[in-house]
Protein backbone atom coordinates (compact mmCIF):
# COMPACT_ATOMS: atom_id res chain seq x y z
CA UNK A 1 0.00 0.00 0.00
CA UNK A 2 0.98 3.92 -1.12
CA UNK A 3 -0.29 6.92 0.99
CA UNK A 4 -0.28 9.99 -0.47
CA UNK A 5 -1.08 13.16 0.34
CA UNK A 6 -1.52 16.35 -1.70
CA UNK A 7 -0.62 19.77 -0.52
CA UNK A 8 0.17 23.68 -2.21
CA UNK A 9 -3.31 24.12 -3.96
CA UNK A 10 -4.55 27.49 -3.55
CA UNK A 11 -6.88 30.36 -5.03
CA UNK A 12 -4.67 32.83 -6.87
CA UNK A 13 -4.47 35.42 -10.12
CA UNK A 14 -3.66 34.32 -13.57
CA UNK A 15 -0.14 34.76 -14.10
CA UNK A 16 1.05 33.43 -10.81
CA UNK A 17 2.61 30.37 -9.81
CA UNK A 18 2.35 27.48 -6.97
CA UNK A 19 4.26 24.57 -5.61
CA UNK A 20 2.37 21.31 -5.17
CA UNK A 21 3.89 18.62 -2.79
CA UNK A 22 2.66 14.93 -2.60
CA UNK A 23 4.26 13.20 0.53
CA UNK A 24 4.04 9.38 -0.18
CA UNK A 25 4.19 6.42 2.96
CA UNK A 26 3.91 2.87 2.36
CA UNK A 27 5.34 0.94 -0.13
CA UNK A 28 9.40 2.44 -0.87
CA UNK A 29 9.14 5.50 -2.91
CA UNK A 30 11.99 5.02 -4.96
CA UNK A 31 10.57 1.97 -6.56
CA UNK A 32 7.50 4.06 -7.95
CA UNK A 33 7.18 6.49 -10.46
CA UNK A 34 4.95 9.34 -9.83
CA UNK A 35 2.70 11.29 -11.98
CA UNK A 36 -0.08 14.30 -11.77
CA UNK A 37 -3.29 14.15 -12.92
CA UNK A 38 -5.99 17.43 -13.07
CA UNK A 39 -9.92 17.03 -13.33
CA UNK A 40 -11.97 19.87 -13.86
CA UNK A 41 -15.19 20.52 -13.08
CA UNK A 42 -17.65 18.70 -15.86
CA UNK A 43 -14.26 17.02 -17.41
CA UNK A 44 -12.62 13.54 -17.75
CA UNK A 45 -9.34 13.36 -15.61
CA UNK A 46 -5.86 14.40 -17.67
CA UNK A 47 -2.17 13.57 -17.30
CA UNK A 48 -0.39 16.93 -15.92
CA UNK A 49 3.49 15.55 -15.55
CA UNK A 50 5.43 12.26 -14.67
CA UNK A 51 8.83 11.36 -13.59
CA UNK A 52 10.48 8.02 -13.67
CA UNK A 53 11.80 6.30 -10.49
CA UNK A 54 15.15 7.79 -10.36
CA UNK A 55 13.83 11.11 -11.61
CA UNK A 56 16.21 11.15 -14.85
CA UNK A 57 12.89 11.02 -17.11
CA UNK A 58 10.26 13.37 -17.15
CA UNK A 59 7.20 13.59 -19.36
CA UNK A 60 4.55 16.75 -19.89
CA UNK A 61 1.15 17.30 -21.43
CA UNK A 62 1.53 19.74 -24.16
CA UNK A 63 -0.67 22.43 -21.93
CA UNK A 64 2.02 22.92 -19.21
CA UNK A 65 5.19 21.92 -21.45
CA UNK A 66 7.51 25.14 -20.47
CA UNK A 67 5.43 26.33 -17.70
CA UNK A 68 5.19 23.02 -15.23
CA UNK A 69 8.01 21.38 -13.86
CA UNK A 70 8.07 17.89 -11.75
CA UNK A 71 10.53 16.82 -9.75
CA UNK A 72 11.37 14.24 -6.73
CA UNK A 73 13.03 14.25 -3.63
CA UNK A 74 13.33 10.21 -2.67
CA UNK A 75 14.93 11.29 0.84
CA UNK A 76 12.29 13.20 1.68
CA UNK A 77 9.30 10.27 -0.23
CA UNK A 78 7.84 13.57 -1.85
CA UNK A 79 7.08 14.76 -5.13
CA UNK A 80 6.58 18.20 -6.28
CA UNK A 81 4.53 20.25 -9.27
CA UNK A 82 6.25 23.82 -9.68
CA UNK A 83 3.35 25.77 -11.98
CA UNK A 84 4.29 28.88 -13.43
CA UNK A 85 2.67 31.69 -15.59
CA UNK A 86 -0.92 29.44 -13.95
CA UNK A 87 -3.96 30.45 -16.29
CA UNK A 88 -7.57 29.84 -15.85
CA UNK A 89 -7.95 26.85 -17.62
CA UNK A 90 -5.62 25.38 -15.35
CA UNK A 91 -8.35 25.18 -13.05
CA UNK A 92 -8.57 21.65 -11.73
CA UNK A 93 -8.37 19.03 -8.30
CA UNK A 94 -4.32 18.16 -9.00
CA UNK A 95 -4.30 14.36 -8.10
CA UNK A 96 -1.36 13.00 -7.48
CA UNK A 97 -0.81 9.17 -8.05
CA UNK A 98 1.92 6.31 -7.92
CA UNK A 99 2.85 3.38 -10.41
CA UNK A 100 5.61 0.92 -12.08
CA UNK A 101 6.15 3.52 -14.94
CA UNK A 102 5.81 6.98 -15.66
CA UNK A 103 2.84 6.83 -18.59
CA UNK A 104 0.23 9.28 -19.22
CA UNK A 105 -2.54 7.40 -18.65
CA UNK A 106 -4.41 7.28 -14.98
CA UNK A 107 -3.96 3.11 -15.75
CA UNK A 108 -0.34 3.09 -14.93
CA UNK A 109 -1.11 3.95 -11.11
CA UNK A 110 -2.46 2.11 -8.80
CA UNK A 111 -2.29 4.67 -6.23
CA UNK A 112 -3.95 7.75 -5.54
CA UNK A 113 -3.90 11.18 -3.68
CA UNK A 114 -7.31 12.75 -2.68
CA UNK A 115 -6.67 15.75 -4.50
CA UNK A 116 -5.60 19.95 -4.16
CA UNK A 117 -7.87 22.10 -5.53
CA UNK A 118 -5.98 24.83 -7.62
CA UNK A 119 -8.23 27.67 -8.59
CA UNK A 120 -6.70 30.66 -10.85
CA UNK A 121 -8.80 33.34 -11.45
CA UNK A 122 -8.23 36.07 -14.89
Known amino acids: QVRLVESGGGLLQAGGSLRLSCAAS????????MGWFRQAPGKQREFVAA????????YYADSVKGRFTISRDNAKNTVYLQMNNLQPEDTAVYYC???????????????WGQGTQVTVSS
Open 97 to 111: AAGMLAGTSPNYYDY
Open 26 to 33: GRTFSMSA
Open 51 to 58: ITRSGGGT
